[in-house]
């Protein structure tokens, strides 16, 4: 029933702040137990975890991008936002929004993800 749609630009050029939205329908991002996740996933490598945000408007992000990634939220319009600064060719991947239950260890809903390049 959830449906989960990345919106990004496909092009970024480096040292640039990045946006990528997560728009959700068929449920509301409030709804608890729910939380949304941003995973990315480079070319030719394993997904990676990057940030999430609760249904209560609790955020964490991976460590790793602690200094660099934030994720907000608005409720009115049923969307979850994610922000990187400084990008470097690294961030180059497919970025995806999946969705999951508090109490579960895997997503229920995923998007389709989206293709972002870091590029000059």
């Known amino acids: 029933q959830v449906q989960l749609q990345e919106s990004a630009p496909g092009l970024v050029a480096p040292s640039q702040s990045l946006s990528i939205t997560c728009i959700v329908s068929g449920g509301s991002i409030t709804t608890a137990s729910y939380y949304y996740s941003w995973i990315r996933q480079p070319a030719g490598k394993g997904l990676e975890y990057m940030a999430a945000m609760q249904y209560d408007g609790y955020s964490g992000v991976n460590p790793s991008l602690k200094n660099r990634a934030s994720v907000s939220r608005d409720t009115s319009k049923n969307q979850v936002t994610l922000r990187l600064t400084s990008v470097t060719p690294d961030d180059t991947a497919v970025y995806y929004c999946?969705?999951?239950?508090?109490?579960?260890?895997?997503?229920?809903?995923w998007g389709q993800g989206t293709q972002v390049t870091v590029s000059s």
């Open positions: 999946a969705r999951g239950w508090i109490g579960r260890d895997e997503y229920d809903s």
